[in-house]
């Protein structure tokens, strides 16, 4: 697999935005316009200790000036949100990923819904802003526990699109009109040929997907980012025969792919680690794989021609991998 190419940034600005929240506003280390992005893009971010993890753009598509990625420090995380809240301070310089896209808007939709539950909101934002400029129909719901747990509110109430733009709190909420999203009642009077768009934390996603699936969307008209899930990487024991390095190794029941293969000197770049992001998809070129990821389609799961090796595993004694 090819890493992605990298692109050297500065932070150059740092703000508090929501409880535990900061937004983080990265230029061009030596000044030149960034590249392009298309809404629903992401980044990953190299940090300290080797780490690297995904962030999702949500900024203006159309402004390549700079990129804007909000973080949630979560002492819960696997170390990438902490590190970057206090790694990225003001004038750091840290190495990025080009924008890459697996959670790209659709075109021709007579309506598109957008659904970003806490953090999940970030790839909202950028759609909105292309979805505007397009001149397309939209909303826009943001869900929160709190308003204290809410970022983004001054961005949003300055945004072209404000008027689309609709709070939700499961708590606390300021008017009853801002209380917790009737999913069913905003999808019941969707028009044919929308699009409904979520991410957001796995609970709020499953309710959002299995809401619109009830209001008779079909699944191509429902489009979803995980970025945190829980997944079991544990299993029976087996045989990967990375193919290109003419090498083998024995998968124990407890450690992944990618662990069993840095033990015999195969280094393989991953990101998330749960099987959300796309970054480890290896070929497989023998063997079944037993798929534990969310970012295949089922069909792509169901032709077996790559798999996750940061967290699945094989149904097949031996897997032949192209790596």
Not at 67 to 74: A, S
């Given at each position: 697999?090819?890493?992605?190419?990298?692109?050297?940034?500065?932070v150059a600005?740092r703000?508090?935005?929501?409880?535990?929240?900061?937004?983080?506003?990265?230029?061009?280390?030596?000044?030149?316009?960034?590249?392009?992005?298309?809404?629903?893009?992401?980044?990953d971010?190299?940090?300290p200790?080797?780490?690297?993890r995904?962030?999702?753009?949500?900024?203006?598509?159309?402004?390549?000036?700079h990129?804007?990625?909000?973080?949630?420090?979560?002492p819960?995380?696997?170390?990438?949100?902490?590190?970057?809240?206090?790694?990225?301070?003001?004038?750091v310089?840290?190495?990025i990923?080009?924008?890459?896209?697996?959670?790209?808007?659709?075109?021709?939709?007579?309506?598109?819904?957008?659904?970003?539950g806490?953090?999940?909101?970030?790839?909202?934002?950028?759609?909105?802003?292309?979805?505007?400029?397009?001149?397309?129909?939209f909303?826009?719901?943001?869900?929160?526990?709190?308003?204290?747990?809410?970022a983004?509110?001054?961005?949003?109430?300055?945004?072209?699109?404000?008027?689309?733009?609709?709070?939700?709190?499961?708590e606390?909420?300021?008017r009853?009109?801002?209380?917790?999203?009737?999913?069913?009642?905003?999808?019941?009077?969707?028009?044919p040929?929308?699009?409904?768009?979520?991410?957001?934390?796995?609970?709020?996603?499953?309710?959002?997907?299995?809401?619109?699936?009830?209001?008779?969307?079909?699944?191509?008209?429902?489009?979803?980012?995980?970025?945190q899930?829980?997944?079991?990487?544990?299993?029976?024991?087996?045989?990967?025969?990375?193919?290109?390095?003419?090498?083998?190794?024995v998968?124990?029941?407890?450690?992944?792919?990618?662990?069993?293969?840095?033990?015999?000197?195969?280094?393989?770049?991953?990101?998330?680690?749960?099987g959300v992001c796309?970054?480890?998809?290896?070929?497989?070129?023998?063997?079944?794989?037993?798929?534990?990821?969310?970012?295949?389609?089922?069909?792509?799961?169901?032709?077996?021609?790559?798999?996750?090796?940061?967290?699945?595993?094989?149904?097949t004694?031996?897997?032949?991998?192209?790596?």
């Open positions: 697999m090819t890493p992605a190419q990298t692109l050297r940034v500065r600005r703000q508090a935005s929501g409880q535990d929240i900061a937004l983080f506003t990265l230029v061009s280390a030596d000044g030149t316009p960034l590249p392009a992005f298309d809404a629903g893009a992401h980044i971010v190299h940090l200790g080797g780490l690297v995904q962030y999702s753009l949500c900024s203006d598509p159309a402004d390549r000036t990129y804007r990625i909000g973080v949630l420090r979560d819960a995380s696997r170390g990438g949100s902490i590190a970057v809240h206090e790694h990225m301070q003001e004038g310089e840290l190495t990923s080009v924008p890459r896209n697996h959670f790209p808007l659709t075109s021709g939709a007579s309506k598109s819904y957008l659904f970003g806490g953090i999940g909101v970030t790839p909202m934002i950028a759609m909105a802003h292309a979805l505007h400029a397009s001149g397309s129909d909303e826009l719901h943001y869900s929160s526990r709190s308003p204290a747990q809410m983004f509110n001054d961005d949003l109430d300055a945004a072209p699109f404000s008027g689309k733009v609709y709070r939700h709190f499961d606390h909420a300021p009853p009109t801002q209380q917790r999203a009737d999913v069913a009642a905003i999808l019941g009077t969707a028009p040929g929308a699009h409904v768009y979520v991410c957001g934390p796995k609970g709020y996603m499953d309710w959002v997907m299995s809401t619109a699936r009830a209001q008779s969307f079909p699944e191509e008209r429902i489009h979803h980012e995980f970025f899930v829980e997944v079991d990487t544990r299993g029976a024991s087996f045989t990967v025969i990375a193919q290109s390095s003419g090498k083998e190794v998968v124990d029941g407890e450690e992944t792919i990618v662990s069993a293969l840095e033990r015999i000197g195969i280094r393989v770049q991953v990101s998330c680690e749960q796309g970054t480890c998809l290896t070929n497989v070129l023998a063997g079944t794989p037993d798929h534990r990821d969310e970012y295949q389609t089922d069909e792509e799961k169901a032709s077996n021609e790559q798999i996750a090796i940061c967290c699945s595993r094989s149904l004694p031996r897997l032949v991998l192209e790596i």
